[in-house]
């Protein structure tokens, strides 16, 4: 027997398919049946308003997630199950309006619902601490260290006394907290006394706290690499794991040196396994680390290095890969013969297997080059070959027809026509998304990084259509700030 997949499940299936749109409007229409069936402010009603929350809430929609939550959290529970899910949705609202930088609004909401959860389960059951392990990690944020440190404290205790898997995150907090607080206490003491299975959540939670400060994130995953590899070894994937996240932390701080460091040593653990997409994955990130420290001749190199392993490998779209990132960053060293037969072979390798996306990418950085040495005939062909085969909306070919617009209007630079061609699409959205009859003009633009919108109305808007027009304009701002900050980047 086949089950139909629920509204929820396809809404977050669009959504990791980029559709940000189309996920919001299945929630949309589930909320208008689920509202016929059994009445506004009905528990199911509360519960498919959650549901659209979560997705405006990954949509980016912030202030429309909150309003959701709090209409949930609003309806009056009708037994034990309504309660708990109350308290789940008082939850949504603090960890929303936290997302949304409002913190005195939501330490207030956090703080009203940990009380409820002490009223309802008592200090002891794991879901009182469910409701102090967010709190403690806003304390954290907010800076008040000594305020987080009692809160997480009591956090792992209930969960350690309970044998909750949650331990494990609480755990991956207090260490945060711990170095927050100076006082040189070991952040992850006795790792030698849990099984390896707990020790890996602790890190993966670790890599997964929002701790915003480029310095303190790097201190917090140094102390977790070198914890791992005392207790796991250098070559566990736990701490592979973790030292990849502290190499991107590495050059978040700026400590481009650091990242290479840490690259190496993870090239050579996945060298020592014979793991070799994994080293090849390795030595391409090092050629970039060394690129961006400085060290111009060594990421090239890494490179040359690099190649050699993906002919070991065989894969067309491994070795075209490489063949592009060499080309790029050929050109960028100003060697633009040797970076035109990089790019020339990467996109003759990719046409030998078959993926589509691979092709299209090598063809649009092929493209992009012989545009900005003057080949513009070469450049046309070569662009429109890689922009058929790809998704239009992926970021490359975003940046593919911009530049081929400039192509066909006979000039050799396309990077400053980006903002254009994205508002472009921007406006499409809407106008297919309103009402008809209703909108007289819409002019987009991209200003400072983000969108400048003028809207001219035919006529008058009834209410409805006004909430439409929030919703329409929220949605597609949500949908194409993602795929501008994808598409930032020189052709």
């Known amino acids: 027997m086949t089950t139909v997949p629920a509204p929820a499940d396809i809404a977050f299936a669009l959504l990791r398919e980029g559709r940000f749109g189309d996920a919001e409007t299945v929630m949309l229409r589930e909320v208008e049946a689920v509202t016929a069936r059994h009445g506004q402010g009905s528990i199911e009603w509360a519960s498919a308003q959650c549901d659209l929350g979560n997705v405006l809430l990954q949509a980016g929609q912030l202030g429309r997630a909150v309003d959701c939550y709090r209409q949930a959290a609003a309806v009056a529970p009708r037994g034990h199950d309504s309660q708990k899910d109350q308290l789940t949705y008082r939850l949504n609202v603090g960890l929303a309006l936290r997302m949304a930088g409002r913190l005195d609004e939501a330490?207030?909401?956090?703080?009203?619902?940990?009380?409820?959860?002490?009223?309802?389960?008592?200090?002891?059951?794991?879901?009182?601490?469910?409701?102090?392990?967010?709190?403690?990690?806003?304390l954290l944020e907010r800076g008040d260290v000594a305020a987080a440190r009692q809160v997480v404290e009591e956090t792992v205790a209930n969960f350690w006394s309970n044998g909750h898997e949650r331990v494990a995150p609480a755990l991956a907090l207090r260490a945060a907290v711990v170095l927050a607080g100076g006082s040189g206490e070991p952040?992850?003491?006795?790792?030698?006394?849990?099984?390896?299975?707990?020790?890996?959540?602790?890190?993966?939670?670790?890599?997964?706290?929002?701790?915003?400060?480029?310095?303190?994130?790097?201190?917090?995953?140094?102390?977790?690499?070198?914890?791992?590899?005392?207790?796991?070894?250098?070559?566990?994937?736990?701490?592979?794991?973790?030292l990849s996240a502290l190499a991107n932390a590495s050059h978040d701080a700026g400590d481009e040196t650091g990242r290479v460091d840490v690259i190496t040593r993870i090239l050579a653990a996945h060298d020592r396994q014979g793991r070799q997409e994994e080293a090849l994955a390795a030595a391409l990130g090092l050629a970039m680390a060394l690129d961006d420290a400085g060290d111009t001749e060594g990421s090239l190199r890494t490179y040359a290095s690099a190649h050699e392993r993906a002919g070991r490998i065989g894969r067309p779209e491994v070795q075209s890969q490489v063949l592009r990132n060499w080309g790029l960053a050929l050109k960028e060293a100003g060697r633009?013969?040797?970076?035109?037969?990089?790019?020339?072979?990467?996109?003759?390798?990719?046409?030998?297997?078959?993926?589509?996306?691979?092709?299209?990418?090598?063809?649009?950085?092929?493209?992009?080059?012989?545009?900005?040495?003057?080949?513009?005939?070469?450049?046309?062909?070569?662009?429109e070959a890689a922009l058929a085969v790809m998704?239009?909306?992926?970021?490359?070919?975003?940046?593919?027809?911009?530049?081929?617009?400039?192509v066909l209007d006979g000039r050799t630079c396309g990077c400053g026509d980006m903002p254009e061609t994205i508002a472009a699409a921007f406006r499409e959205f809407v106008l297919t998304r309103l009402p008809a009859g209703l909108l007289d003009r819409l002019d987009v633009a991209i200003v400072d990084g983000d969108f400048k919108i003028d809207v001219h109305l035919k006529r008058e808007p009834a209410e409805a259509e006004i909430n439409r027009l929030n919703e329409v304009f929220g949605t597609a701002q949500a949908e194409f700030r993602h795929r501008l900050s994808d598409s930032r980047y020189a052709g």
């Open 107 to 138: 330490e207030a909401e956090l703080r009203k619902g940990a009380e409820e959860r002490l009223a309802f389960y008592g200090r002891d059951h794991a879901g009182h601490a469910f409701g102090l392990e967010p709190l403690a990690s806003l």
């Open 187 to 242: 952040p992850f003491p006795a790792l030698d006394q849990l099984p390896d299975h707990v020790v890996e959540q602790i890190a993966h939670s670790t890599g997964q706290l929002p701790v915003e400060d480029g310095t303190a994130r790097k201190r917090l995953l140094t102390a977790l690499a070198a914890a791992l590899e005392e207790r796991l070894g250098p070559d566990h994937p736990g701490t592979l794991g973790a």
């Open 336 to 383: 633009p013969g040797p970076a035109e037969q990089r790019m020339t072979e990467a996109l003759e390798v990719a046409r030998r297997g078959a993926d589509h996306e691979t092709v299209g990418r090598a063809g649009v950085a092929l493209g992009l080059f012989l545009q900005h040495e003057g080949r513009l005939e070469e450049a046309r062909t070569t662009l």
């Open 391 to 406: 998704d239009p909306v992926h970021r490359d070919a975003i940046v593919g027809r911009s530049h081929l617009g400039a």
